[in-house]
């Protein structure tokens, strides 16, 4: 890429923290429209021959109680996301006696978001699976959340470098 045409710090942050919820929209939109009309049928019929118990209301309660425990997790990955961010700068600024690059703050910060990402995407195939929208909606939220509190940070670590 040419001169001046990287897209900012800011940018990147914001679409890494959207991802997650435009892949809640692209999945619900393949679920409804593609796969239930194509596979709902052959699943259904699999399973009534294989697990009989599993009814539809039995997986939706599972994948409900999954939902609201990844909130759980997400804000737990997303406290660590955090600390591990800023340890991170800071660890850099000690060994070396000098400050951090702007680049490897970018490059960390890039890396850590993927931290509470990781259970806000795993919520979304809960809802594939049958869980209810609210515990869903939340998780992803607290996971964009966090991701743009760490790019706050991480645009704050650079702007205090100069």
Do not use: H
Request: hydrophobic share 50%; charged share 15%.
């Amino acid at each position: 890429m040419g001169v001046g045409t990287n897209p900012g710090l800011r940018v990147v942050v914001l679409l890494i923290a959207l991802s997650v919820p435009i892949m809640l929209g692209v999945e619900t939109l393949l679920r409804v429209y593609v796969l239930g009309p194509v596979y709902g049928p052959l699943i259904a019929e699999l399973r009534g021959i294989y697990w009989p118990e599993l009814t539809d209301e039995v997986i939706a309660g599972r994948t409900t109680n999954a939902a609201w425990i990844l909130i759980g997790v997400t804000v737990v990955a997303g406290c660590v996301g955090l600390v591990l961010l800023r340890g991170v700068i800071r660890r850099a600024s000690a060994a070396t006696g000098e400050r951090p690059t702007a680049d490897k703050i970018r490059d960390t910060l890039l890396l850590m978001t993927s931290i509470p990402q990781v259970p806000g995407l795993l919520s979304t195939l809960c809802l594939a699976g049958g869980a209810e929208l609210m515990p869903v909606l939340i998780c992803v939220g607290v996971s964009t959340s966090f991701v743009v509190l760490q790019g706050f940070m991480g645009e704050r670590a650079i702007e205090g470098m100069g």
